[in-house]
């Protein structure tokens, strides 16, 4: 059965997190406005000042600073867990110059996130200790007793957070000053060589100038040819483009040879009709986008960015896919009560929060999803996982099974969040995506609040079953939507490569 009080209070704690993811877009504007020096100080002060607050609220229970101080905990936390999402892109995009290692940053740093859940676990143990070792005192005198355990123990926390923050903000900025080195390297030796071609009167920077230079200096070797017959235009044609490309020069279609062929006045002007044919498809290959006028999303304004269709449909998936993981998360509980876990003192809920640290196991089966496959087959894999584990909670009533429904779980978590970030890393562009991760936080916490009407249908209803099987159905039109993120950025990589 579902426990109102319990529900009641995870709600007020969702309502909290739900009201700091609100900030996103806010986070992200500052960013790429002012740098992410504005998102490290944001993310080391809230999270600081909210574990000192904490130990406040558990310095002085059942007082005036009790209450504020553990909402306010709560809040300064959320928002460093917001900044942090935001954050974790913008390391990413410090290795933009290799496509594959950005996404691997990204996804290692989500899946260090997850395991970190595990943290929640051990609190828990610990406040068990505590509270048995504590309850053999009198009970009059522990009523305002502070927690000597969880004080020192929220004070590990608050060193450890000292020390990684400080440790994350130089590694951060060693990084960009390298990378800003290399930048300036690279800008001055390209300047060089633009005034060394620029200093020579017989020489302009055309495609056209290039593209002669290139094919004069490509050596085409005619095959062997019998009884004093000329190579067909065809062959020439087909040695002559695999010249150019051997030089990496994009021929444009309008360049290509029609009739007689320039500097060949003995070969005949028309081939045959698979002389001809052959000519065509050839030409076809290397023609540029059906759509020349495709302006790619990275190279619009921020607004027209988050405006894009592939912008759209991903918020709308992340959406439902991080209100589908908040409800998991904040139900597990109750959910597993229900099938009886109480019986066993929460073991299977012990074991749904043990399963968070292994979505590290998930990063090798995402690296070749992302990588090898692309963004369409990754995306379509966390709706896989979505209905998989969607099943197993609608379908089956056992909790041993409910453990296959936890492995699901895991690698559906680790998917969709590096998965989402990668993804719109990689259309979007660096001057706007601190407020497109931002928006993304923003647009699942707005969503999210339908959580709270489901969460008082299952209490009305005694069970979890209706508001499961609402996610696992509402899944499918996701596996659609994928189809057309798909297609949205099929079109945008073909605008990249004519830019």
């Known amino acids: 059965m579902v426990c109102p009080d319990q529900t009641a209070a995870f709600l007020n704690c969702k309502f909290v997190s739900q009201l700091t993811i609100l900030t996103g877009t806010l986070w992200g504007i500052l960013s790429d406005k002012y740098g992410t020096k504005v998102l490290m100080n944001a993310f080391g002060l809230c999270n600081i000042f909210g574990l000192v607050l904490l130990i406040i609220g558990v310095r002085y229970p059942n007082s005036v600073a009790d209450g504020p101080s553990l909402y306010g905990a709560f809040s300064l936390m959320g928002l460093g867990s917001t900044v942090g999402g935001i954050l974790t892109v913008k390391t990413g995009l410090l290795f933009k110059s290799n496509r594959k290692h950005q996404n691997r940053v990204i996804s290692l740093l989500n899946a260090l996130f997850d395991a970190g859940a595990m943290s929640y676990l051990g609190l828990w143990e610990l406040e068990k200790i505590s509270s048995s070792s504590s309850s053999s005192s009198n009970a009059s005198s522990t009523t305002n007793k502070p927690n000597t355990n969880l004080i020192l123990i929220f004070g590990g926390y608050l060193l450890m957070a000292i020390i990684c923050i400080g440790g994350y903000s130089y590694l951060f900025q060693t990084i960009q000053k390298i990378n800003k080195s290399h930048d300036k390297e690279t800008e001055q030796r390209n300047n060089h060589d633009e005034?060394?071609?620029?200093?020579?009167?017989?020489?302009?920077?055309?495609?056209?100038?290039i593209t002669a230079d290139r094919l004069s200096s490509s050596a085409i070797t005619l095959p062997p040819m019998q009884n004093g017959d000329h190579p067909s235009p065809a062959i020439i044609l087909s040695l002559s483009l695999e010249s150019?490309?051997?030089q990496n020069v994009a021929l444009p279609s309008s360049s290509l040879p029609c009739g007689k062929i320039r500097g060949e006045d003995n070969i005949s002007d028309v081939a045959n009709d698979n002389d001809l044919e052959e000519s065509q498809s050839t030409e076809e290959e290397i023609a540029l986008p059906s759509d020349p006028s495709y302006i790619s999303i990275a190279q619009r304004s921020a607004k027209d960015q988050l405006k894009s269709k592939?912008?759209?449909l991903l918020g709308i998936w992340f959406s439902f896919h991080t209100s589908s993981n908040l409800w998991t998360l904040t139900t597990a509980r109750d959910f597993l009560g229900g099938l009886g876990d109480d019986a066993y003192g929460n073991r299977y809920l012990s074991i749904f929060t043990l399963m968070a640290p292994l979505s590290i196991i998930a990063l090798p089966f995402l690296d070749v999803a992302v990588n090898k496959y692309g963004f369409h087959v990754?995306?379509?894999?966390?709706?896989?996982?979505?209905?998989?584990?969607?099943?197993?909670?609608?379908?089956?009533?056992?909790?041993?099974?409910q453990v296959l429904g936890f492995v699901f779980f895991t690698f559906f978590r680790c998917f969709l969040y590096s998965v989402a970030f990668s993804c719109v890393a990689g259309f979007v562009g660096p001057t706007a995506i601190g407020r497109a991760t931002g928006t993304l936080f923003v647009l699942s916490g707005l969503v999210s609040f339908a959580n709270i009407g489901l969460?008082?249908?299952?209490v009305e209803a005694g069970d979890f079953f209706v508001p499961n099987l609402v996610f696992l159905v509402g899944t499918i039109p996701m596996?659609?939507?994928t189809y057309e993120i798909g297609r949205a950025l099929e079109k945008d990589q073909r605008g990249l490569e004519k830019d």
Do not use: C
């Open 378 to 401: 990754a995306l379509q894999t966390v709706n896989a996982l979505a209905i998989a584990h969607g099943i197993t909670r609608v379908v089956f009533q056992s909790l041993n099974a």
């Open 310 to 312: 592939a912008y759209i």
């Open 195 to 209: 005034e060394t071609i620029e200093g020579d009167p017989k020489r302009r920077i055309t495609t056209a100038t």
């Open 244 to 246: 150019i490309q051997d």
């Open 479 to 481: 596996v659609y939507l």
């Open 455 to 458: 969460a008082h249908l299952a």
